[in-house]
């Protein structure tokens, strides 16, 4: 049995490593895919289109280029998980979440005690609730095993 | 020519109030619907299932239950308005945004110049960007004007 | 604001009726739909179109003719109420439940607390567990309220 | 020709090793996928993601992660065999038929004759009703023939 | 509870009439619908669009043209009965019944035991299958029936 | 019975109010509704928004406010009239076109015989081809006959 | 490129093979599905699952069990040929042509012009109306050929 | 990672081969699709079905037969390419844009600037706007790039 798993959220640590590296250790048959997480390539995504001295009009350009890239690999993942960090404001991690939930696609969240009150919206439709990237490994382990 | 527009996110400021004036002085076909805005209601309305002794599972209990409510406001609704104040973190205005867009339910987003940076994954998939209740107005006014 | 509400599952005790009582005491906008819940006629439902021998297709044929009202009516409600008692098997119930699941339409489980460890896979899914009728009114009404 | 069929229900006899061996022995192309199906393991899955007091939401976690298998193994499976034994509630069982019939996924129920009439909804929406694996080999058989 | 039904497929005989008068005589809250049923009309319904020599042409403009009320009319109910003759081919009437059954839309066979077996994959598809339009109305008695 | 028509496209001749006048005529209880007809209004639809320096922007601006009524009428319609003149481009219209064809939505175009060829690919998904605005009553006319 | 074909319709002659001998000779790289064409074999797909006296319950379960395969084979498809021949009512062709219709799946119709006139319906949903099976083949070449 | 990109529109120039070579250059893992770009044997598509004496017959004909190869490759890719040149209509391509905009699939136009005022609306939906084929190149580098 094999799973694709999309990485969605935080790009300011290296919980995707982790994550890698514990499905390696595991021996899981897992293909982890994320966004460009290159924080100044993400944010240029769409600068080689034209000059744009409007910030609003060059973030739109770009998300909608890194749009092309997450909305497939969104569709073709068996389960999303979704980190959130406690310093920033991530709604686009919060939005994926919600993408996920209209779609039905599964998704798990991956964050700290202290935000647990102003995710509750985005935990009640998620699958589980991991404090830790060793238990999103676990939950890949229990998914993925002999039955 | 009718709309009914489901008004989305923060519960801090009277903007909804801004925009039902607006629409009762512009004389619009428009029903308004929304979350339950009353923070401690909203908060508590799982509590009356039992006692829960964990944060997190009064949350979930609370947040399942006023998803009845907003799962099918948003099905409803042919608009949807996504308000981001500058100060917390509205991780379930931002999840509302990715279930419209999954949807392909239409929304627009109402907030500031200030955070237009953080908030460029949930704008590019929106129909507008307003600064002002006035210009979410606005934009009713020319939706629903006589052809 | 108005709601439709299924309310599937047991037939052999009057909660269907305490939930009607509850809603009207509360003077709540909500239309209550259900299945034949007249056991015999339930059962007998396709006996008009032919002498049938075998119990089996008997079943089949009546079990088809009462889907064409609970589809319907599942398709046209905001909420579903799906009830267990503690004595039959009620796998109509949990396949009510099932159904909802894959539609994404939200409902909510009420049955005692000695039967939740073979619900699990149920109750997972629902918007809610309430183990009395009066929990169900009042999900009602704070899902009606006045935002 | 081969095809995906996932084994849904009863895990207290082993009904799909009898199956798995009848396919081996047809020379069939079929690969057979099922829950977890260690009783403990499953009622386990959510056990590392923390200390959990109450028994309803010990298993409230541990079905929505062993959901994120079984979901994936449905939608991913060409035909489901759901399978009731005569002792036990398996309204999961139940429940995942309904699943299968909103998404238009074609499932055979396995059963013995002494529980038809509480299985009639269940059996209604069902391509077939077996009573022996050997049947449902059978069935197997007859779909992936040289046309 | 009301319900709308469609009537589709033959057109040489009155079966439509004598459920619309059984209908009456029960006294329920049923809206029926159908496609032109006047012969030449329907065959005529693209002519006005311009001269046309090729029988092929005629027939596709026409069809075309009636497929735009039968499309509607078919999305608008809640049930569909489809009636086979014993003399014409009335593969319109297949057609019909193959759309619903891949729009899950509940629908119910009307025909005499002689066509039985040519029609097995659509009868294997319905909810019922009625001989009489007498069984017809009593179907929709027992669907609507107070619950 | 009645219709809910939506007239895409041409905004340059009155071939909406010869259609309105038509249908009033033959009495058919049909609604029609529009785009913003008003050229100036329509580009301008977002100007209210902000200053744009860059025309781009600025028709990308107005562009999605004027779809957030184009799409929700035509979501609402039970046929869309497309309409091409020959002069302009017109690619709106295709689009409109194309946008129905993958909802499934019925469509007919209206242009004349010169632009046949170029059109091909919107005709052969169209239900029918008018080449005149009485031609497209005469349509609904029989569309909405008495059956 | 590649394509996957089902053959869906009459199985009194040879057309299947002559498909297939007229892809193999094109070179073509399409793989060929159909349903099961043992005439015998299609009755009697579900008489292992226990007698059966009535014809209409043993034409029942074998064509639930037919469709099991055709289901699958049909949404695994890129193209549908329904084949009709002069003889037979063949309704499950007609059938099969509206479910694709529904689905949005492309089909081509293969009949002779003597039943140009009732299969109207079923033709103005096709993306193409062959008389021969070597018209047929060569649809798949153009559609196949290097662009 | 790889990606299947549909390159719609415009048949007069050779973008598709610059677009070809500028992916081979980068290295990327893309496969390219597009219609029967041989402008003779895409109008001739269905010539073969029979004589056709009129135009919008022959027209309709052969749009069907290069639909049935163009919807299943759009079906099939991650990202379509809609090309428009400034001389020719290309209400195809606009068709193209809008089917690709209701089914939620991900497309980028390419076109000069002359023509951004007539393109808002198609503009409106797609990912980006380029102006030179090496734009869509270095969309495509970035969607792809190693995360």
Redesign the interface.
Known sequence: ?S?QVYLSGEIHTDW?DEIRRGVEAAGLDVVL??????HD?SDA??D???EE?????R???????????T??LIAAS??VVVR?GDK?????????????????K?Y?TLHSEE?????????????????TTD?VV??LE????E?
């Not at 895919?33 to 290159?38: G, K």
């Not at 647990?116 to 589980?128: R, T």
């Open positions: 049995m799973f995707r895919t994320s966004p460009v997480t290159d390539a995504a769409g080689h289109l034209g001295r409007e910030g609003f009009w973030d739109h350009r770009s998300s909608k280029v890194n749009a092309i890239r909305r497939t068996d389960l959130f920033y404001k991530q709604w686009n991690a919060a939005f994926d979440a919600g993408y996920c939930a209209a779609l039905g599964p798990v935000i647990v009150h102003p995710l509750k919206e985005v935990d009640a439709e998620a699958m589980a609730w991991a404090r238990q676990k939950i229990h998914v993925l095993r039955s």
